[in-house]
Nanobody
Framework: VQLQASGGGLVQAGGSLRLSCAAS????????MGWYRQAPGKQRELVAR???????NYAGFVKGRFTISRDNAKNTVYLQMNSLKPEDTAVYYC?????????WGKGTQVTVSS
């Protein structure tokens, strides 16, 4: 499974960005799709994930600001990020779990200026 993420960039605090991540290749039974992020000097942390049936989980620091969604027909997951803060600056990695194996995208940089 290959994951291609897009949509990162530079935005001012309070602004919005939308990340997309499309899965391709030998896909059998994708369960979760989601996003982690890693800021410089920090550990990678879960941002949000969504199951095939649509149930979602969010990290506490993004609740009410970020919305995750997916298009199962396109094997694509989206992350709408609103009210961005400088502390949201990080490399965002999409991931998916297919038949119990976890696959990662290369990451897309999100930079929020104050």
């Amino acid at each position: 499974v290959q994951l291609q993420a897009s949509g990162g960039g530079l935005v001012q605090a309070g602004g919005s960005l939308r990340l997309s991540c499309a899965a391709s290749g030998s896909i059998f039974s994708i369960n979760y799709m989601g996003w982690y992020r890693q800021a410089p000097g920090k550990q990678r942390e879960l941002v949000a994930r969504i199951a095939t049936g649509g149930s979602t989980n969010y990290a506490g620091f993004v609740k009410g600001r970020f919305t995750i969604s997916r298009d199962n027909a396109k094997n694509t997951v989206y992350l709408q990020m609103n009210s961005l803060k400088p502390e949201d600056t990080a490399v965002y990695y999409c991931y998916t779990i297919d038949l119990g194996r976890t696959f990662w995208g290369k990451g897309t940089q999100v930079t929020v200026s104050s």
